[in-house]
């Protein structure tokens, strides 16, 4: 296993680049249909494929279909913890939530960018509490008035994300409780299926 960058400059400039590198035959020649924005703090990275390649460059791209928005105090409890978690339990393509966003077809981005909107996650672990703002379709962040609100444990996330838990029977369960337009929810799902 990769040791995971602590630092979002390496983790996203090296480490998400050399992992979906990794990824290479399932990417041939295969160019995304617009980028995925990671903003920690002040500091953005838009990350694109181009001819199967990652291309990773500063600030917003004009074509973003996801901007993925949280403090610095918050990268360590859910970027890296959830590169460390997801590395240990799938496949590569279960890994990085990038893969799937910049792998998604033409139809698929059309539906992103149709939603717009912002979705805050309230991500809990114990008594803390994280934060991470996506904003959909080129959306403006809006982490104070966000259009949707959705609210689990970091370790429930971890489990959708890697396949182990499905999202419609945790919120069943209570385990994620969503405010607002739930529509925005299911759009991120259905576009990161």
Known sequence: MTDIPRSPARFFGDYVPAELAGLGSDFPERSSPGAVVFEVGSDTWSLRLQGGKVVVESGVAPDTLLRLSLAPEDFEPIVVAGAERLSKSGGPERQLVA?????????????????????????????????????????????????????????????????AANPLQLLLDGKIRIKGRAELALALGAALG
């Open 99 to 163: 893969a799937r966003a910049l792998s998604i077809d033409v139809e698929r981005a059309r539906m992103l960018r149709d939603s717009g909107g912002t979705v805050l996650l309230q991500l809990t672990r114990g008594a803390s509490t994280h934060r991470l703002v996506i904003s959909i379709g080129g959306s403006s962040p809006k982490p104070d008035a966000p259009d949707c609100e959705i609210e689990c444990a970091v370790d429930d996330l971890f489990a959708i994300q890697s396949g």
